[in-house]
């Protein structure tokens, strides 16, 4: 086999590893935070990277971002019962970058059974460096008919940041 | 390397490749659903494709698709609030054909929050043309115990159509 | 192209296969079991395969998992209407072993419409065997608080058994 068609399969072969390993990252999210891991959850994220959480305002690099998994609200979630269930990923891979968009949903055990206690559009950025694929930037909006929360969902809208 | 080992990788790259051209199709529907996106939602159909919505009848073609989306019942539902979220899909793949087979929830804001609305089953069936992966067929049916609707969800019973 | 450059591709390529193959699997699990095929959802675990639920103790072998579904508690979910819906699987592959961790929610049909009847924390455990990959165990625990359930979704703990 010559050089090119070498370079053409395994092309196509790192375009799918990209894709898996986005969708295993974000699939990740989920488990470590209802299993409280604020570490492992931070280290999805690049060192500087971003979390809107809508109009909770925005945690700042791995520190505040693992705040939210050892803060107040979430260890409160937690010690109810809960789950962060996210939706089926769509990707956009891009080279070195991609952006990825899908629902999520946080039910909450009460004392009469399981409720859907915030459903929410995401999108997440990322992108790959020496550590490979990590977050730079998350936005979380709550799909309460908003406009804005919307439009997170979209492919044909780009991110305000 | 000679061509019979690279037609064996390549076969099984390209097996991948439409597991995963079919899985992203389908992850998108979702968030192309709820920002409104009726066109590019459309578009995961083949232009004469249809969508069978259990006793509401069935949409045939990209315009009549396209209706679902801009139509009275869906605005309705975003201007409150809501989020079109599948389940993981079980892909049957062969050749130019695939069918998939998952759950969908629909969840809508109410001034006492969240309630799953619709939760039902899904079959999908799908061919590869010109333009790629597209949608033949989508067969949704509620699961309220409907015994035509949990047939959907199994990989020995063939669709009706 | 040598053996060596051979040899890399193929390894990579078998990667992704196992991890396409092991979240088809689990994606199976929900559609066979919201329609009622015992046999086939059995199937998905090796021959003396377990399926610990809980408090509700454990199934060995495929013939007490497919009495699961053939049993009276979910053929009675199945009359109302149900649907067990998994969320995202994130997969730790081993060579010829996998885990792999993720939620799921039992959606069931009321007189008032869909309830979440049971969220839960899941732990697959798999290995390859001579037909592919197969269950070995499935561990499910209902999150209403319970620190055992939360430690199923972390990676950095080992199961029990």
């Given at each position: 086999m010559n050089n090119e068609i070498f370079d053409s399969l395994a092309a196509r072969l790192q375009v799918l590893e990209d894709r898996e390993a986005i969708r295993s990252l974000i699939a990740s999210y989920g488990p470590l935070a209802d299993s409280g891991d604020a570490e492992r959850l931070a280290a999805l994220w690049q060192p500087d990277g971003t979390y809107a959480v809508g109009a909770m305002g925005e945690a700042r690099g791995r520190e505040q971002i693992a705040a939210l998994i050892t803060g107040r609200i979430h260890q409160s979630l937690m010690a109810q019962g809960c789950a962060h269930v996210l939706g089926?990923?769509?990707?956009?891979?891009?080279?070195?970058?991609?952006?990825?968009?899908?629902?999520?949903?946080?039910?909450?055990?009460?004392?009469?059974?399981?409720?859907?206690?915030?459903?929410?559009?995401n999108r997440w950025e990322l992108a790959r460096g020496p550590d490979g694929w990590q977050v730079t930037h998350r936005d979380n909006a709550v799909l309460d008919g908003d406009a804005a929360a919307q439009a997170l969902l979209n492919p044909g809208v780009q991110p305000a940041s």
């Open positions: 089926p990923v769509a990707i956009a891979l891009a080279g070195d970058y991609a952006s990825a968009r899908c629902h999520s949903v946080v039910f909450r055990h009460t004392e009469t059974g399981f409720e859907a206690f915030r459903v929410s559009a």
